[in-house]
């Protein structure tokens, strides 16, 4: 049985200002032409499908085109897509007219009520069993398991899963959003303080694959069979050199599984630049690049550049980031009161102020600049 695997998706999602919609209509429709042309047998996602958990009009019309065409995929070939809420979701929200949905092959967790959604499948080895567990807190499993002790997520999604009693002679996967302990996240994710939402990989232990969500990097954790599939597209620079991909798993007898993976071409990249602001505005260095993606652009300039993104812009149009690499910005100077102020004449205090400030003193024509100002300001 040949499964993909794909998360993150945030539909609506908004970077640095800059709304990410018609990027997530490119690549959704680019994961539909990989399905029609790879032939999976189901299609997991496993989470995180809005950004919010009130999306836009946009948003909602946006997956509903997705998922048309998911239903029309189920007519034609018999693909099933089984779908479980995250933490950015509202899980009623998504969940609303899923047993309507379910009939055009389409499987979404519903609220979590103690117990855990399963769809079955079936192919030449036997039957493969779905287990759709939604993105857990503690509060959402205590309700249902009150004599557990259950102060963690650990302990939540332990006490889930134990109750689930997994055949093992049979082929099971599971779709969970969670942050299992030593996965590398990134900037674009949202974070608990202390890493109170980490929970064991061996929560996962009798599962043939483990199609994990949340983390926004693609990663193995603890096996190459529990996975993140990471986001379809960059969500931050700290992503800068991820490969996006939709994951491939392909079940075969009972122990026998392979993973490879469907490398995603974005609409626009997402990329960091750095360079003398000349540098960068010297056609010959950007004509065999492509000057449309999203960039964050680090100047190393020494002197700031008046209205320096205006300008880039010219070039680099979806400029989501504008920072500078000098003596200034490197060195952190504390900028304290002078105990001899009144011994010193305003030049030398702007002087040694500006230092304190840029890591450098002030240049010949800056100084003959900032002397003329005082003589005006002093002289009136």
Same mark, same amino acid.
């Given at each position: *049985?040949?499964?993909? $695997? &794909? #998360?993150?998706?945030?539909? =609506? @999602?908004?970077?640095?200002g800059?709304?990410?919609? /018609?990027?997530?209509?490119?690549?959704?429709?680019e994961?539909?032409?990989?399905?029609?042309?790879?032939?999976?047998?189901?299609?997991?996602?496993?989470g995180?499908?809005?950004?919010?958990?009130?999306?836009?009009?946009?948003?909602?019309?946006?997956?509903?085109?997705?998922?048309?065409?998911?239903?029309?995929?189920?007519?034609?070939?018999?693909?099933?897509?089984c779908?479980?809420?995250?933490?950015?979701d509202?899980?009623?929200?998504?969940?609303?007219?899923?047993?309507?949905?379910? *009939?055009?092959?389409? $499987? &979404? #967790?519903?609220?979590?009520? =103690? @117990?855990?959604?399963?769809?079955r499948?079936?192919? /030449?080895y036997?039957?493969?069993?779905?287990y759709?567990?939604?993105?857990l807190?503690?509060a959402?499993?205590?309700?249902?398991?009150?004599?557990?002790?259950?102060?963690?997520?650990?302990d939540?999604?332990?006490?889930?899963?134990?109750?689930?009693n997994?055949?093992?002679?049979?082929?099971?996967?599971?779709?969970?959003?969670?942050?299992?302990?030593?996965?590398?996240?990134s900037e674009?994710?949202?974070?608990?303080?202390?890493?109170?939402?980490?929970?064991?990989?061996?929560?996962?232990?009798?599962?043939?694959?483990?199609?994990?969500?949340?983390?926004h990097?693609?990663?193995?954790?603890?096996?190459?069979?529990?996975?993140?599939?990471?986001?379809?597209?960059?969500?931050?620079?700290?992503?800068?050199?991820?490969?996006?991909?939709?994951?491939?798993?392909?079940?075969?007898?009972?122990?026998?599984?392979?993973?490879?993976?469907?490398?995603?071409?974005?609409?626009?990249?997402?990329?960091?630049?750095?360079?003398?602001?000349?540098?960068?505005?010297?056609?010959?260095?950007y004509?065999?690049?492509?000057?449309?993606?999203?960039?964050?652009?680090?100047?190393?300039?020494?002197?700031?550049?008046p209205?320096?993104?205006?300008k880039?812009?010219?070039?680099?149009?979806?400029?989501?980031?504008?920072?500078?690499?000098?003596?200034r910005?490197?060195?952190?100077?504390?900028?304290?009161?002078?105990?001899?102020?009144?011994?010193?004449?305003?030049?030398?205090?702007?002087?040694?102020f500006?230092e304190?400030?840029?890591?450098?003193?002030?240049?010949?024509e800056?100084?003959?600049?900032?002397?003329?100002?005082?003589?005006?300001?002093?002289?009136?």
């Amino acid at each position: *049985m040949k499964l993909f $695997h &794909i #998360s993150d998706l945030h539909i =609506g @999602k908004k970077v640095n200002g800059f709304s990410m919609i /018609e990027d997530q209509r490119y690549i959704l429709t680019e994961i539909i032409q990989m399905i029609e042309e790879e032939r999976p047998d189901v299609l997991l996602i496993s989470g995180d499908v809005y950004d919010v958990k009130q999306p836009s009009a946009e948003a909602v019309a946006l997956l509903d085109v997705f998922l048309k065409k998911l239903a029309k995929e189920h007519a034609d070939t018999g693909m099933d897509t089984c779908i479980i809420s995250g933490n950015h979701d509202s899980a009623e929200r998504l969940a609303y007219a899923s047993s309507i949905i379910d *009939m055009s092959g389409i $499987h &979404i #967790s519903p609220v979590y009520d =103690g @117990k855990v959604s399963v769809f079955r499948k079936s192919d /030449e080895y036997g039957e493969v069993y779905f287990y759709l567990l939604p993105f857990l807190r503690p509060a959402d499993v205590r309700r249902y398991f009150p004599d557990e002790g259950i102060n963690s997520y650990d302990d939540a999604i332990h006490t889930v899963v134990s109750d689930l009693n997994v055949d093992t002679s049979k082929r099971n996967v599971i779709l969970s959003h969670q942050f299992v302990t030593g996965a590398k996240r990134s900037e674009s994710e949202e974070v608990i303080v202390g890493g109170l939402d980490n929970i064991s990989a061996s929560n996962y232990d009798d599962f043939d694959y483990a199609a994990l969500g949340h983390i926004h990097g693609p990663q193995k954790t603890g096996r190459d069979t529990v996975r993140y599939s990471g986001t379809p597209l960059k969500y931050s620079f700290s992503e800068e050199h991820d490969k996006k991909s939709v994951v491939e798993v392909d079940l075969l007898e009972k122990g026998n599984v392979s993973i490879s993976l469907h490398e995603l071409t974005p609409r626009h990249d997402m990329r960091v630049i750095r360079g003398r602001y000349d540098d960068l505005m010297n056609r010959e260095n950007y004509k065999d690049t492509d000057t449309d993606d999203y960039v964050k652009i680090v100047l190393t300039d020494e002197e700031d550049i008046p209205s320096a993104i205006e300008k880039l812009r010219v070039v680099y149009p979806n400029i989501m980031q504008l920072e500078y690499d000098n003596k200034r910005t490197r060195t952190a100077q504390t900028i304290e009161g002078d105990a001899k102020v009144d011994e010193k004449s305003p030049q030398q205090l702007f002087e040694e102020f500006y230092e304190l400030q840029n890591n450098q003193s002030m240049k010949d024509e800056q100084k003959e600049y900032v002397s003329s100002l005082i003589e005006k300001v002093w002289g009136d």
